[in-house]
């Protein structure tokens, strides 16, 4: 280690490579990581990364029993290790890394039981259906979306042939051959439904 006078921020490029696969696994390129006053070489945070990256892999897999969780794990453990490297003794290694592990694995395991439980619950409650009206309104393919419109905001919002007419562009002559289409559409309707 080497005290540098002026404490800056180093330049960190990040390239994907590493014993995971191409696109799991971050080197981190760059000399230096700069804490206070004291600047530390990352070649210490390599050699640990080299020393301890299989042991803490294979506890993950235990942990979580899946490959690309694993993989996680591993990874959020190495980026809290570079996050933490001057405070952290590096006796305390594997020990510390395989302690993020397991607390980030718990973590893992609440949030998806979590989901599961809501994922029930949603299940359990009857999905409530349209009433009839509505039904038909939004199935009938006689239907044409103006039509729909022109329903809506006449018996929906009581809103008079003048003012459908506005808000929609349409004539006001438009605007009641529209209605009395869907009220003789309704009418057929109820007919049948009576036969």
Known sequence: MSVDPAPRIGYLGLTCRGVFGPKRV?????????????????????????????TVFRFAVHCVGRREAAEDLTSEAFLALYRNLDQI?????????????????????????????????????????????????????????????????????????????????????QVKGHLQYVLELLRKKKREKKS
């Open 89 to 173: 003794d590096e006796s305390l290694l594997p020990g510390w890394l395989l302690t993020v592990v397991r607390n980030r694995a718990r973590d893992q395991w609440r949030r998806q039981k979590t989901e599961q439980r809501y994922i029930e619950e949603a299940a359990k409650v009857p999905a409530e259906e349209a009433p009839p009206f509505e039904r038909w309104l939004m199935e009938n393919n006689d239907l044409k979306p103006i039509h729909r419109a022109c329903l809506i905001l006449r018996y929906g919002y009581g809103m008079t042939r003048a003012e459908i007419a506005a808000q929609t562009g349409l004539r006001e002559t």
């Open 26 to 54: 971050v080197e981190v390129k760059g000399f230096v990581r700069t804490t206070g006053a004291e600047r530390i070489h990352m070649g210490n945070f390599e050699e640990l990364y080299r020393k301890h990256v299989h």
